[in-house]
């Protein structure tokens, strides 16, 4: 299977088989991950939670194609990505993975437009596509009418909108949200919520990585990381 062949609806969107992550050696070695699986399946929203240095980090960096594992499988879509070069990964995170980050990683000096807009210009699409499909993110995410604005322009709230769009505008088989509500009052977080939900009813396939409790009761499932072993629990949503 190449990165071209993926996106069958008979397979998981994500695998994860017995995945260890070991840093250092000897007696200074570090278990970041211990013998971890995961199963999500297209359509699932599921939440990993865990305090800081359980292991969520590293399993976020894995799932994301940023980090390999020292031992054990990971399949994104029926793909081994242990099989795929550097500029295979690339192909396969600018496609396959939407990132929602805690600080939004947006461009400041451009417009909400251009900043929503960039993963489509890596991938080479034509500028009318490119625009078309950049305007439906933005519409989505219910800001349509803010595209010419830049991210200073913009509550933090809607900064994290327009990363969402960025993330979806691929149309990728994973959103990977990284404590999206971290840097946000309590208004802001729920309606960042509320998108996620909206958007997890709509279809989409979702892993979101947090500390609160509270964030994570809005999955479906919820997977709670343990020096760097995983346990799951039912879902907890309101």
Do not use: W
């Not at 990132?99 to 900043?115: E, K, M």
């Amino acid at each position: 299977m190449t990165v071209r062949d993926v996106g069958r609806r008979d397979v998981p969107v994500l695998d994860v088989r017995s995945m260890s992550k070991v840093y250092g050696a000897g007696d200074t070695a570090v278990h970041a991950l211990r013998e971890v699986d995961l199963l999500v399946r297209r359509g699932e929203y599921v939440a990993v939670i865990g305090q800081s240095g359980s292991g969520k980090s590293t399993l976020l960096n894995i799932l994301g194609c940023l980090d390999a594992p020292s031992a054990g499988n990971y399949y994104l879509e029926g793909l081994d990505v242990a099989d795929l070069d550097e500029r295979q990964l690339s192909v396969l995170r600018n496609r396959q993975i939407g990132f929602v980050f805690q600080s939004f990683n947006l461009i400041p000096r451009t417009t909400a437009f251009a900043n929503v807009e960039l993963p489509l210009v890596y991938a080479g699409v034509s500028r009318r596509v490119r625009r078309e499909r950049t305007l439906a993110a933005l519409d989505v995410v219910g800001l349509a009418g803010r595209a010419n604005h830049r991210p200073n322009e913009l509550s933090g709230g809607q900064q994290q909108r327009v990363a969402v769009a960025r993330a979806l505008v691929t149309a990728p088989a994973l959103l990977l949200a990284d404590e999206p509500t971290g840097n946000l009052d309590s208004a802001s977080t729920e309606d960042v919520l509320d998108l996620l939900d909206g958007l997890h009813a709509a279809g989409r396939t979702i892993v979101l990585i947090t500390h609160d409790d509270e964030v994570a009761a809005r999955a479906d499932r919820v997977v709670t990381v343990t020096d760097g072993r995983l346990t799951e629990t039912s879902g907890l949503r309101r």
